[in-house]
């Protein structure tokens, strides 16, 4: 039976039922009419039930059909065609899954970039990024999702600063991901190691590559071992970066506008309502240049074959060691501005009860001060010692306030989870200033990444002595990120004084 034709059995089961009933009139059904409109219930129920099912599977066909409508329409824009390949990367121009052609073809790219209307260009490029991430080897599965994540949430057909941001990102991505790239980034940082000098082609690649990034004179490292798009192999960062909003951006600073809180108000019939407009402010966060240096001998380069790799992984620690430390402490002048130093003399750094002692009330009490509006999504970050600290101050009542991680999820105390950041003061010393710490809603605490982590080899270092060479080499990264709090009054600070 089909839909249409269980449909009109329902209304004919009504019209027979409403027979029976004025059939029967003001008396009992006989029965006879009984029985029937028992027989009626059960049929409709069962009519019902496969009504629904029928609709529902209806339903599903025309979003299936429209889904698919709408993905041929948008792979007809970029020449996509259905097909396999069994090793998409293993020659770049056999790829033909997802793209005609190959989705690192960079003449396309720099066309989609500076030639074609945002709304083209930028539909064109993200589509080029988001299937070059998803065929990118080296790349692990929490980085992909990570970056997939930032594509998804970007404009790119937008004409402003945003949009031209989103597809410098998205070309970025798409010129560093390629085979070719990454082939060509490591032959010629191993053979500027052995011999000062990088192989030419694999410079040729390198240098064609350099209008679509963000290396400005140096040559951005590959996707695979970005520090400023890949999380680590086991999927962590750096505790703020895991808790913070993380933007990424191709500009020198970042705007963004804050306001205070709108209080709205139930009034008399008629009255005139208040005026609750906010107060806007806006809070820049400017992009600060991070470097690294590693010198190394000539020896060591030719003789060390897995000095790149090594190279790329203590670099990247040295990153995230850094950030850890300056996302807390820096100074917002001349490197990002940690959220210590955000909430540093604002009203929202609370002191302690007792001068220079630190005790369970002061936990207490940052947890009451912070607004009820930003604590369910707090969070505490702290140095080790304090935390252990607290612990041993809880003694037989620490399960009061203090409940053990599950696997894979951190501690918490007072049901907000914790953080432990060595950046944070672990010893209370008298007389001084001590913030321990930190609970508020690092939605609202912003890192901001200037897309691109890039090296340059300097083939020859010279002796401070009499300026002679030296026999070394050097290997020299640089990045640029910022930090802040867009937002102070989501935080409450405890200071020890």
Same mark, same amino acid.
């Given at each position: 039976m089909t839909l249409e034709e269980m449909r009109a059995r329902l209304e004919a089961i009504e019209t027979e039922r409403r027979e029976l009933h004025t059939s029967a009139g003001e008396n009992a059904l006989t029965d006879e009419q009984q029985t029937r409109w028992d027989a009626l219930d059960t049929e409709e129920t069962g009519l019902r039930s496969d009504?629904?099912?029928?609709?529902?599977? @209806? =339903?599903?066909? %025309?979003?299936?059909?429209?889904?698919?409508?709408?993905?041929?329409?948008? +792979? !007809?824009?970029?020449? /996509?065609?259905?097909?396999?390949?069994?090793?998409?990367?293993?020659?770049?121009?056999a790829l033909r899954g997802t793209f005609r052609g190959n989705p690192w073809d960079l003449n396309a790219v720099t066309r989609s970039l500076y030639q074609e209307t945002p709304e083209r260009g930028g539909a064109d490029l993200a589509a080029r990024?988001?299937?070059?991430?998803?065929?990118?080897?080296?790349?692990?599965?929490?980085?992909?999702?990570?970056?997939?994540?930032?594509?998804?949430?970007?404009?790119?057909?937008?004409?402003?600063?945003?949009?031209?941001? @989103? =597809?410098?990102? %998205?070309?970025?991505?798409?010129?560093?991901?390629?085979?070719?790239?990454? +082939? !060509?980034?490591?032959? /010629?940082?191993?053979?500027?190691?052995?011999?000062?000098?990088?192989?030419?082609?694999?410079?040729?690649?390198?240098?064609?590559?350099?209008?679509?990034?963000?290396?400005?004179?140096?040559?951005?490292?590959?996707?695979?071992?970005?520090?400023?798009?890949?999380?680590?192999?086991?999927?962590?960062?750096?505790?703020?970066r895991e808790i913070a909003t993380n933007r990424t951006i191709v500009t020198d600073k970042l705007r963004s506008v804050n306001a205070t809180a709108v209080t709205a108000s139930y009034d008399l019939e008629a009255a005139e309502v208040s005026d609750d407009a906010p107060t806007y402010a806006n809070r820049d966060i400017d992009m600060h240049m991070a470097r690294a240096f590693i010198p190394h001998s000539i020896e060591i380069g030719m003789d060390y074959p897995n000095f790149t790799q090594d190279v790329a992984f203590l670099l990247a620690t040295a990153k995230k060691d850094l950030e850890n430390n300056k996302?807390?402490?820096?100074?917002?002048?001349?490197?990002?501005?940690?959220?210590?130093?955000?909430?540093?003399?604002?009203?929202?750094?609370?002191?302690?009860?007792?001068?220079?002692?630190?005790?369970?009330?002061?936990?207490?009490?940052?947890?009451?001060?912070?607004?009820?509006?930003?604590?369910?999504?707090?969070?505490?970050?702290?140095?080790?010692?304090?935390?252990?600290?607290?612990?041993?101050?809880?003694?037989?009542?620490?399960?009061?306030?203090?409940?053990?991680?599950?696997?894979?999820?951190?501690?918490?105390?007072?049901?907000?989870?914790?953080?432990?950041?060595?950046?944070?003061?672990?010893?209370?010393?008298?007389?001084?200033?001590?913030?321990?710490?930190?609970?508020?809603?690092?939605?609202?605490?912003?890192?901001?990444?200037?897309?691109?982590?890039?090296?340059?080899?300097i083939p020859h270092l010279f002796h401070t002595g009499n300026n002679r060479p030296s026999g070394q080499r050097g290997v020299f990264a640089y990045w640029r990120n910022g930090s802040d709090s867009v937002l102070d009054r989501a935080f409450r600070m405890l200071n020890v004084t």
């Open positions: 009504v629904r099912a029928a609709e529902t599977a @209806a =339903r599903e066909a %025309a979003e299936a059909e429209t889904r698919s409508a709408r993905v041929a329409e948008s +792979r !007809a824009r970029y020449g /996509a065609r259905m097909g396999s390949t069994d090793d998409p990367l293993g020659e770049p121009d990024a988001m299937a070059a991430v998803e065929h990118c080897r080296g790349v692990n599965d929490a980085s992909k999702q990570r970056i997939t994540q930032l594509l998804e949430g970007s404009d790119f057909t937008d004409d402003e600063e945003e949009g031209r941001s @989103a =597809r410098k990102v %998205a070309a970025q991505i798409i010129a560093t991901s390629s085979p070719e790239y990454m +082939r !060509a980034w490591s032959k /010629a940082f191993k053979t500027g190691m052995r011999n000062g000098h990088p192989d030419v082609e694999a410079l040729a690649v390198l240098q064609r590559a350099a209008s679509l990034t963000d290396a400005a004179g140096g040559y951005a490292v590959p996707l695979p071992v970005d520090p400023t798009l890949i999380l680590n192999s086991d999927g962590t960062v750096s505790p703020i996302f807390v402490l820096g100074n917002g002048t001349t490197e990002p501005r940690g959220i210590v130093t955000a909430l540093t003399g604002t009203a929202f750094e609370l002191t302690s009860t007792t001068a220079d002692t630190f005790a369970m009330a002061d936990v207490y009490k940052v947890d009451d001060d912070l607004p009820e509006n930003f604590a369910d999504t707090a969070s505490w970050i702290g140095n080790k010692k304090i935390f252990s600290a607290i612990r041993q101050a809880g003694g037989a009542n620490l399960d009061d306030f203090w409940a053990n991680a599950r696997e894979g999820l951190p501690a918490r105390l007072l049901d907000h989870p914790l953080y432990r950041t060595s950046a944070m003061d672990g010893v209370i010393n008298a007389t001084q200033e001590n913030r321990v710490l930190v609970l508020g809603d690092f939605r609202f605490f912003w890192v901001v990444d200037r897309v691109g982590f890039s090296i340059e080899l």
